[in-house]
């Protein structure tokens, strides 16, 4: 049975669809909510509660959507970033967001 | 016209003229009091927790943590207490039978007649109200914050708080408000109660909630006008704020944004604001909160899922289900029990997940979601949030949130106060 994983939602700015575009990868983007682009990253439990741990600002929307928001615009670019270099929005994309140095404790914003 | 509040009590209005409160107050030992104490002074005073008239004694505190009723078992849920130290007692020499002055920010407020006196184990307030004594929880944290005495007594303001805008467009007393409604012709009126700028979900909760409150109620006169007699009051509850959250303005101005952009028709729908800490008590804060709107004089409030909660401390519904243990007509206005609405891609829309059936397909969404969405620079699309209401929210930002609509630490700082109390002239 495939492990349970939780969406982080990049959502789509003029500034990131072009870097989507410019790496061939628009199509990564998912649309929701009557026309708004996302890019739905897929964290473990495990991520889930480290990035939790690191981003204090952040928050898990149990209630809801079962999504982790409020991350800081910044921490998101940078999580897009490392997702179009691993042409990936799996797990093994936030592996490497997390080996990052800069966000690698816990995050002041 | 008679008033009458929760518990079929008049409202009594507790307000001193300034040349009465003058005198009043000359000679008087002064207690500078908490925002919250403030707050709940101003809401004593003007009737907005008929059929108190005065900070609770031990009696009543009693009471509502035993079973959940005033002494005299009028059904109340959260004890309002007025909490001072014990030395600062000791110090300025105040006994049972005298009144004191209340100042907030240097200026008088109130005075309190002290009935009583008294000492009260917080953790069975936190127990017995909140459900924990979880220090985790924020509402534990305002009562073992709460200093080690309280005192019982009557309330009279003694001064007129100015509010700053935009709050003084927004603030009604239950007087006032029953006033309104009856110019507005209203004989059933839904409460929304909100901390949050409205996207279209919360648009549609008020919308099926005034849906449900006007019931079989008839829709056009004999004429065949159309006389619709109800109307949803948004009262957007007015507290302490954190780093993150909405600042009050940018809420306030978002749902009349939603007024003035006629999302409702201008004889359905007022926005208006409620001044009140939060407790996060859930079920017991529900059952508050709807003798709160009973005395403003609304006859139905909309309570949609884990209302007032935090965390994971209550039930999902357990708001929904308290309503249901209340005797027969201990309570006039009814609560309208909602679930989530959401869109669905397949019904193209923002639908009812309770009439929905594309719930595989249908995609969530929540007040928390959407500040993402504004955090990542994104404007959400009109079907999730009304244009005006994003642009309200960013007009908010520039004025009042120092270039942002969430709470920052500048904001908390720096913000313009929601009322000043001015000296007594």
């Given at each position: 049975?495939?492990?349970?994983?939780?969406?982080?939602?990049?959502?789509?700015?003029?500034?990131?669809?072009?870097?989507?575009?410019?790496?061939?990868?628009?199509?990564?983007?998912?649309?929701?909510?009557?026309?708004?682009?996302?890019?739905?990253?897929?964290?473990?439990?495990?991520?889930?509660?480290?990035?939790?741990?690191?981003?204090?600002?952040?928050?898990?929307?149990?209630?809801?959507?079962?999504?982790?928001?409020?991350?800081?615009?910044?921490?998101?670019?940078?999580?897009?970033?490392?997702?179009?270099?691993?042409?990936?929005?799996?797990?093994?994309?936030?592996?490497?967001?997390?080996?990052?140095?800069?966000?690698?404790?816990?995050?002041?914003? | 016209?008679?008033?009458?509040?929760?518990?079929?009590?008049?409202?009594?209005?507790?307000?001193?003229?300034?040349?009465?409160?003058?005198?009043?107050?000359?000679?008087?030992?002064?207690?500078?009091?908490?925002?919250?104490?403030?707050?709940?002074?101003?809401?004593?005073?003007?009737?907005?927790?008929?059929?108190?008239?005065?900070?609770?004694?031990?009696?009543?505190?009693?009471?509502?943590?035993?079973?959940?009723?005033?002494?005299?078992?009028?059904?109340?849920?959260?004890?309002?207490?007025?909490?001072?130290?014990?030395?600062?007692?000791?110090?300025?020499?105040?006994?049972?039978?005298?009144?004191?002055?209340?100042?907030?920010?240097?200026?008088?407020?109130?005075?309190?007649?002290?009935?009583?006196?008294?000492?009260?184990?917080?953790?069975?307030?936190?127990?017995?109200?909140?459900?924990?004594?979880?220090?985790?929880?924020?509402?534990?944290?305002?009562?073992?914050?709460?200093?080690?005495?309280?005192?019982?007594?009557?309330?009279?303001?003694?001064?007129?708080?100015?509010?700053?805008?935009?709050?003084?467009?927004?603030?009604y007393t239950p007087k006032q408000l029953r006033d309104k409604f009856a110019q507005l012709?209203w004989?059933?009126i839904?409460?929304?109660?909100?901390?949050?700028?409205?996207?279209?979900?919360?648009?549609?909760?008020?919308?099926?909630?005034?849906?449900?409150?006007?019931?079989?109620?008839?829709?056009?006169?004999?004429?065949?006008?159309?006389?619709?007699?109800?109307g949803?009051l948004?009262?957007?509850?007015?507290?302490?704020?954190?780093?993150?959250?909405?600042?009050?303005?940018?809420?306030?101005?978002?749902?009349?944004?939603?007024?003035?952009?006629?999302?409702?028709?201008?004889?359905?729908?007022m926005?208006s604001?409620?001044?009140?800490?939060?407790?996060?008590?859930?079920?017991?804060?529900?059952?508050?909160?709807?003798?709160?709107?009973?005395?403003l004089g609304?006859?139905?409030?909309?309570?949609?899922?884990?209302?007032?909660?935090?965390?994971?401390?209550?039930?999902?519904?357990?708001?929904?289900?308290?309503?249901?243990?209340?005797?027969?007509?201990?309570?006039?206005?009814?609560?309208?029990?909602?679930?989530?609405?959401?869109?669905?891609?397949?019904?193209?829309?923002?639908?009812?997940?309770?009439?929905?059936?594309?719930?595989?397909?249908?995609?969530?969404?929540?007040?928390?979601?959407?500040?993402?969405?504004?955090?990542?620079?994104?404007?959400?699309?009109?079907?999730?949030?009304?244009?005006?209401?994003?642009?309200?929210?960013?007009?908010?930002?520039?004025?009042?949130?120092?270039?942002?609509?969430?709470?920052?630490?500048?904001?908390?700082?720096?913000?313009?106060?929601?009322?000043?109390?001015?000296?007594?002239?």
């Amino acid at each position: 049975m495939a492990e349970e994983t939780y969406p982080i939602n990049v959502w789509i700015n003029e500034e990131r669809y072009a870097k989507l575009q410019e790496a061939g990868l628009a199509d990564m983007a998912k649309e929701k909510l009557a026309g708004m682009k996302v890019l739905e990253l897929r964290v473990t439990p495990e991520q889930k509660d480290e990035i939790l741990k690191r981003f204090p600002m952040a928050k898990f929307d149990a209630s809801t959507t079962k999504s982790i928001e409020l991350l800081p615009r910044e921490v998101k670019d940078k999580m897009l970033e490392v997702a179009i270099e691993k042409k990936s929005v799996g797990p093994d994309a936030m592996e490497e967001f997390l080996k990052i140095e800069e966000f690698s404790k816990k995050y002041a914003s | 016209m008679a008033y009458i509040g929760h518990g079929g009590k008049e409202i009594v209005e507790r307000v001193m003229s300034p040349s009465e409160a003058k005198e009043k107050i000359k000679g008087l030992t002064s207690v500078e009091i908490s925002n919250r104490a403030a707050y709940e002074c101003i809401d004593l005073a003007y009737g907005f927790f008929t059929p108190l008239e005065g900070f609770m004694c031990k009696a009543d505190v009693d009471a509502v943590c035993e079973k959940m009723t005033l002494a005299d078992g009028t059904v109340w849920s959260i004890p309002i207490v007025f909490d001072i130290d014990s030395k600062e007692i000791e110090e300025k020499g105040i006994k049972v039978g005298d009144t004191i002055l209340l100042t907030y920010t240097g200026n008088p407020l109130a005075i309190l007649d002290v009935e009583e006196i008294y000492e009260y184990e917080k953790d069975k307030i936190s127990q017995a109200v909140l459900g924990t004594t979880d220090e985790k929880h924020p509402g534990v944290r305002m009562v073992n914050r709460m200093k080690d005495r309280f005192i019982g007594g009557k309330i009279t303001l003694v001064n007129q708080i100015k509010l700053n805008s935009p709050f003084d467009q927004f603030f009604y007393t239950p007087k006032q408000l029953r006033d309104k409604f009856a110019q507005l012709g209203w004989e059933r009126i839904v409460a929304h109660q909100t901390r949050n700028v409205p996207h279209t979900g919360h648009e549609w909760l008020m919308k099926g909630a005034w849906f449900c409150s006007h019931g079989d109620a008839p829709v056009v006169d004999k004429d065949d006008n159309v006389r619709l007699g109800t109307g949803v009051l948004v009262s957007c509850i007015i507290g302490p704020k954190r780093t993150g959250d909405y600042i009050d303005e940018a809420i306030l101005l978002a749902h009349q944004a939603l007024h003035e952009g006629r999302y409702f028709r201008e004889d359905v729908h007022m926005v208006s604001i409620a001044l009140w800490h939060m407790r996060y008590a859930g079920p017991k804060e529900a059952i508050f909160h709807a003798i709160l709107r009973a005395n403003l004089g609304c006859t139905h409030h909309m309570f949609g899922r884990d209302h007032a909660g935090v965390g994971d401390y209550y039930e999902t519904y357990g708001a929904h289900r308290i309503f249901d243990d209340l005797p027969e007509g201990a309570l006039k206005l009814k609560p309208i029990r909602v679930l989530e609405w959401w869109y669905c891609p397949l019904c193209a829309e923002v639908t009812y997940s309770g009439l929905c059936g594309h719930s595989k397909e249908r995609q969530k969404f929540s007040g928390t979601l959407i500040r993402s969405i504004i955090k990542d620079g994104v404007k959400p699309t009109r079907l999730i949030m009304r244009p005006e209401v994003f642009d309200a929210v960013m007009e908010s930002a520039d004025k009042y949130g120092f270039g942002t609509p969430f709470c920052t630490e500048e904001y908390l700082e720096k913000r313009q106060p929601v009322f000043e109390v001015p000296p007594l002239d």
